[in-house]
């Protein structure tokens, strides 16, 4: 065949090659798009092959033929992905969409001080590039073998919808939440997916199989609902951990939501749709915030449970030699020039306490001017400094994050910034429970595991093992991890003593059950409007603690009177007594 004949055929197979590639651009199905891809390239190639040939010496030619394989390859990938983020943009769109789309509703947070207006966020949501199988999810199973959530006929259920702020959701509409966010990658079985498959189901638009695993909690379901149920239809939260490994065994709060709302079926019609679409829209505009996980992202003030940290830091900083050291409770103690004097919540408390009184007896009776004391006793930078060491910060740090990492959590704060300590009545007000710190559920019931477990802080947590359903190898398995040491072994040991007077003696004495011994404290925290939140925070039994508890009820009065009573018949299911 003459030499300008094959060029003249080149040429033309050139130009078809474009053509082919340019039309594959727009044609819908996937399959002739790669044909066209294909055929477009190999007739792109003629041209250079056989230039190559002709110009060319033999030694060079093959490496230059060589290099263009690879071209026409890199070409290939480059069409692939032109293809798919601008001629097929919208079905690329729709695709994705039928796994997640972004979240970005944000809902307030609790009683935050100084500006109630501040925002907190839901947390992130997770949008995988590869198409999945999304009617396969791994299973979520309790300590005690109940299933939290499943899939059923291509859908995820959530059995016991009372659980929505730890298990949260896995929503085609509005992503995901908790755990199914924190663990998506193994519940999707992506973890196990090799770089090179995610690659090609991107490039090619291919499905991928996937090997969902299955995950194990440390919760207590038969403790979980002992705890929803004592704390009823009152907005708050309660929290039951293992002061020993870190482990939360219960973690209540109210409003709930239903998580089963927020799912659409495989192959959902409008109606459902609409649907899902007016409860997320009923959700994020109630404004009791449903969504919002009070026991891990409800921001309080302390109230008087902070004494426990201040009592702590006394013990442990050697302001005071033990709990039967020498504490004055005067009715009222003034601080600095213009700033009203600390006052006790009951007038002639020291009737109660005696005067001069000791540790045990101003914690039992909570006697505000003997902490404000400990607090100044101490100092800004020392008391800070323990505050910190407890896992409350400034709230201007940047960079924090929560010990909690199983499901949103926030951090919580002593004060704003150090200014704020440095003056003594400030400093006075935050040492027993007012000025500006704010603190959640999760916070508290850590602060009194401290106690409990010889001053050692244990990083919470609520999944204790994830396991592949296939091959049932254990993918992840959460071991203990000891964060930090609080204060020293015999600081803690004075402190159970401490609480456990507050029980015998004091304003604690209420949740005494039969046979154990519980060291405890009330707190009231004072709020802008409505009557103050009630708190309660609990360790049991004294001589060796197995629970920690935090309790919380918004605008509940005193913490005798609300928080109490719930904490106890936790307690009472956690020990296997009768309340």
């Known amino acids: ?95 994705v969409a039928t796994l997640f789309q972004p ?92 770089p090179t498959t995610m690659l090609e189901s991107r490039l090619l638009g291919t499905p991928v199989e996937t090997s969902p695993a299955g995950i194990r909690l440390v919760l207590d379901m038969g403790l979980q609902r002992v705890a929803q149920n004592a704390l009823g239809d009152r907005k708050g939260a309660v929290v039951l951990l293992d002061p020993r490994t870190g482990a939360i065994l219960a973690l209540a709060t109210y409003p709930r939501f239903d998580p089963n709302q927020l799912m659409t079926p495989d192959q959902a019609s409008e109606e459902d749709v609409a649907q899902v679409q007016a409860a997320w829209e009923q959700l994020t505009s109630n404004p009791d915030s449903p969504l919002l996980n009070r026991a891990t992202q409800g921001r309080y003030p302390p109230g008087s449970v902070i004494k426990t940290l201040t009592a702590a830091a006394a013990l442990d900083g050697g302001v005071i030699d033990g709990p039967g050291a020498e504490v004055t409770c005067p009715n009222r103690l003034p601080t600095e020039a213009g700033a009203p004097p600390v006052r006790n919540a009951v007038e002639n408390l020291d009737q109660r306490t005696g005067d001069p009184s000791d540790l045990n007896r101003v914690f039992a009776f909570s006697c505000n001017t003997a902490f404000a004391q400990l607090g100044l006793a101490l100092g800004p930078e020392r008391f800070a400094d323990y505050a910190e060491r407890f896992g409350l910060h400034y709230a201007n740090e940047e960079g924090l994050t929560p010990d909690l990492r199983d499901v949103q959590a926030d951090v919580g704060s002593i004060a704003t910034e150090p200014a704020f300590l440095e003056r003594e009545a400030a400093l006075a007000d935050t040492a027993y429970g007012q000025g500006q710190a704010l603190v959640t559920p999760l916070d508290m019931a850590q602060m009194v595991a401290v106690i409990a477990n010889d001053g050692k802080l244990m990083r919470p947590y609520i999944v204790e093992r994830v396991r592949d359903s296939v091959s049932q190898e254990v993918l992840f398995q959460r071991e203990p991890e000891v964060l930090r040491e609080v204060i020293s072994p015999q600081a803690a040991q004075q402190m159970r003593e401490v609480m456990k007077q507050s029980v015998e003696i004091g304003y604690a004495k209420p949740v005494e059950l039969p046979g154990v011994s519980i060291g405890a404290k009330t707190g009231t925290a004072e709020v802008s409007s409505g009557d103050p939140h009630s708190w309660f925070v609990a360790i049991a039994p004294v001589e060796q603690p197995r629970f920690a508890i935090a309790v919380i009820v918004e605008n509940g009065g005193e913490g005798s009177r609300s928080a109490l009573p719930v904490a106890r018949q936790v307690l009472a299911a956690a020990l296997g007594v009768q309340p």
């Open 1 to 95: 065949m003459p030499q300008r004949f094959q060029l003249v055929l080149a040429w033309i197979g050139v130009v078809v090659g474009i053509a082919l590639v340019g039309i594959g651009f727009y044609v819908e199905s996937t399959p002739q798009w790669r044909l066209q891809l294909l055929v477009g390239l190999l007739l792109l190639a003629v041209l250079p092959w056989m230039l190559i040939g002709k110009q060319l010496p033999l030694v060079t030619r093959g490496l230059a033929r060589l290099s263009l394989v690879f071209i026409l390859g890199f070409t290939a990938v480059a069409l692939q992905l032109a293809r798919e983020q601008i001629s097929q943009a919208s079905v690329t769109r729709e695709r």
């Open 103 to 194: 979240i970005s509703t944000t809902i307030p947070e609790i009683e935050r001080r100084p500006d109630p207006a501040d925002r907190t966020s839901l947390g992130t949501q997770k949008v995988w590039p590869v198409r999945i199988d999304t009617s396969q999810r791994g299973h979520v199973l309790s300590r005690d073998n109940i299933v939290i959530t499943d899939v059923e006929d291509g859908r995820r259920i959530y059995p016991d919808p009372n659980v929505g702020h730890i298990i949260g959701f896995n929503s085609r509409l509005y992503g995901t939440s908790g755990i199914e966010a924190s663990y998506g990658e193994y519940l999707a079985g992506m973890s196990v997916l090799s």
